[in-house]
């Protein structure tokens, strides 16, 4: 018989800046997987950026310019 393995079900309580950026054409990890990893944050400040025709590397210089855009923001709060 086959043991499934949980993992990522601890509540997390830090009261951090979260963004999770996915790709919506992402083959590699579901976008719900972003939005399960959201909900263990209870008490971050979080977001969530589903970028349109997003591949799982995020490379082109047009997503690249969008994550820097976000993390500018996320340091921008914590300064």
Do not use: Q, R, W
């Not at 018989?1 to 999770?20: A, G, P, V």
């Not at 590699?28 to 799982?56: Q, T």
């Amino acid at each position: 018989m086959e043991e499934k393995t949980k993992f990522l079900t601890k509540k997390i309580k830090s009261k951090i800046y979260l963004t999770m950026l996915h790709g919506s054409k992402d083959e590699a990890v579901p976008v719900i997987f972003s939005k399960k990893v959201l909900k263990l944050f209870k008490n971050a400040k979080k977001k969530m950026i589903v970028i349109k025709n997003g591949d799982h590397s995020l490379s082109s210089n047009k997503n690249l310019k969008k994550i820097n855009s976000e993390l500018s923001k996320i340091v921008s709060n914590i300064i």
